[in-house]
């Protein structure tokens, strides 16, 4: 009865939010958080806390970052962990320029394409051994704290190790999602051990991994090199064999993440930055291409033409998603021609005004012109870094090696099994990655870093919380609490194809005379609980020197400064 009312109120508050949006007023669940020594932004108040403390101990962004990011490992074990990947986009005060980093494994070198088609697999499994890729985690770690940090690494990790050791108490969120996750993962070795060793923990239980307080430690000590060479790595080796997968001690000691340019579009102004592939963040470039050709000044937040125009252009850049995204060592992927406004502007007359398409395809832009987890942190000498980590769905593969405490993720289910494809399968490369951190400058400084989490949803995350600042003028806590616009049913980098225009998901807070609008222009609509992603995000005032701080309202998040 109490989740019946609460739900009832976050309705009445949504609806509001969106009669009050539509009059000119604002409305946010709670204050921006507003301090200028340091902020940091996560999904979880421990992890939170724990870079705030990493900080005041001298430690840069990016120190407290990792210590926040290996934090969330344990206390947040249902979306991410070390078992699984990582990107990042750092800015750096001293040069005053912005880096990425890709850590994402590779597929391991004796798993092949024919191996599928043996099975008669037209799909790589979500889980078991299958899906089962390099976890590239670790590894990003240390290029960051290489090239940014300041503390040494067994400072950065101890708060994880502690409350691995010690226990945590489990939020409400966390509880729901670790019951569900067990249930549906029991049949594997060591999941009930690891997760639920005394029956599986419920809200305000105290939840210890000392399996895992023993790999960080080993982590913290021999770096690097512990979990991709050591015991750690021979271990991994003899489990996956085991249980009939593939990955190996020489996958994993092969393993390099690599520093890439950030790419970027304009937007009214603003630069967004994203990662290029094998991320789709340049999804959200594209799409911000084709709405900067409407003038949202005129056409009010919850609008037909706004979800219209929203949904039409994500419908566009998710077909080329589909098909040219993919690991750059193997393909070749258009960049620069898919993110440049010539590209936009071709593609954009495809959009009708007043019908839903029902099926688009994607572009030639050589032609035409010649289950994650997301954090950001700042800190007082204006260093910011946007980082997002992820198993991929749910807790990942079910794969938890003995004795080392976390699940190695399925990422690899997202390759396409059909031959000749940009992103099908084949060893020793980086399967399509939905994970990606944002960065907004403006005129060349720091803005706002910022990222949703959610799957494929994260573009659409992206873009909204853009429009949402920039179009509409919420602040940056506004603009994570506004209602939110999901679509399902594009195209997809593992083969699917998109036949019937997909269905719009609308957050509960959009005037029903909207939706009847939606339903006359063709669109198919359908209302989801979750599904909406998860946001972090911190916005830079330069003039003043100060940080503003923003969490998702939805979940456990919080934002704190000092």
């Known amino acids: 009865m109490k989740h019946l009312v609460f739900a009832l109120l976050c ?14 007023k604002s409305f946010a669940t709670r204050s921006e958080v507003i301090a200028q020594n340091g902020m940091a932004c996560t999904s979880q108040p421990l992890a939170t806390q724990v870079a705030l403390d990493i900080l005041k101990q001298g430690g840069t962004a990016i120190d407290a970052a990792i210590a926040a990011n290996a934090t969330l490992g344990l206390v947040e074990p249902t979306a991410n962990g070390i078992g699984g990947d990582l990107f990042a986009i750092v ?21 092949t394409l024919d191996y599928f088609k043996k099975q008669n697999l037209k799909h790589i499994p979500a889980l078991g051994p299958l ?17 940014f940090g300041k503390l040494p690494m067994k400072t950065t990790l101890a708060p994880a190790i502690a409350y691995a050791r010690n226990g945590f108490p489990l939020s409400e969120l966390v509880a729901y999602s670790l019951e569900r996750s067990v249930a549906a993962l029991s049949k594997y070795p060591n999941v009930k051990e690891t997760y639920a ?29 512990a979990f991709y060479k050591g015991d750690i790595a021979q271990t991994i080796e003899k489990f996956m064999k085991a249980q009939g997968g593939f990955l190996s001690a020489k996958d994993l000691a092969d393993h390099t993440s690599e520093w890439v340019e950030p790419v970027s579009t304009t937007y009214r102004g603003y630069e967004v930055w994203e990662l290029p592939p094998n991320s789709q963040g340049i999804a959200a470039l594209q799409m911000l291409n084709l709405l900067e050709g409407y003038d949202f000044s005129k056409i009010p937040f919850g609008s037909k033409e706004h979800i219209h125009y929203f949904v039409e252009a994500k419908k566009l850049a998710f077909e080329d998603r589909a098909k040219y995204y993919a690991d750059p060592d193997f393909v070749k992927t258009p960049v620069k021609e898919l993110i440049s406004k010539e590209y936009a502007n071709e593609r954009r007359k495809l959009i009708s005004p007043d019908r839903a398409a029902r099926r688009v395809d994607a572009g030639n832009p050589a032609l035409k012109i010649g289950g994650t987890t997301y954090l950001t942190v700042a800190d007082k000498d204006g260093n910011m870094i946007s980082l997002i980590q992820s198993n991929y769905r749910g807790m990942g593969s079910g794969m938890v090696p003995d004795g080392l405490g976390f699940m190695l993720h399925d990422r690899g289910e997202l390759f396409s099994l059909t031959e000749g494809e940009a992103n099908t399968y084949a060893p020793h490369k980086r399967p399509f990655q939905t994970i990606i951190p944002a960065f907004i400058t403006k005129d060349g400084k720091p803005f706002m870093s910022f990222g949703v989490m959610g799957g494929e ?10 429009m949402n600042i920039i179009d509409y003028g919420m602040n940056a806590q506004e603009a994570g609490d506004a209602p939110r616009i999901a679509h399902e049913g594009s195209s997809e980098p593992t083969g699917e194809k998109m036949t019937d225009g997909g269905t719009i998901f609308l957050e509960t807070g959009y005037p029903h005379e909207t939706i009847r609008e939606l339903l006359k222009m ?41």
């Open 11 to 24: 309705a009445a508050s949504l609806s509001s939010f969106a009669q009050d949006r539509l009059t000119g």
């Open 197 to 225: 060793p005394n029956g599986v923990p419920k809200k305000g239980d105290v939840f210890k991994n000392p399996n895992l307080a023993t790999t960080l430690e080993k982590i913290a000590n021999g770096g690097r090199e």
């Open 91 to 111: 800015w750096d005060a001293k040069t005053q320029k912005l880096y990425g980093l890709n850590a994402s494994g590779r597929s391991p070198y004796t798993l």
């Open 522 to 562: 063709g669109h198919k609509i359908g209302y989801s609980l979750s599904g909406y992603g998860g946001y972090q995000g911190i916005l830079y005032d330069a003039k003043n020197k100060v940080y503003y701080g923003a969490s998702e309202s939805r979940k456990d998040g919080q934002a704190a400064g000092y």
């Open 131 to 147: 899906p089962v890729s390099v976890p590239g985690c670790v590894d990003g770690w240390f290029e960051l704290h290489k090239k």
């Open 457 to 466: 949803f994260q573009p659409l995350g992206h873009v909204q919380i853009i």
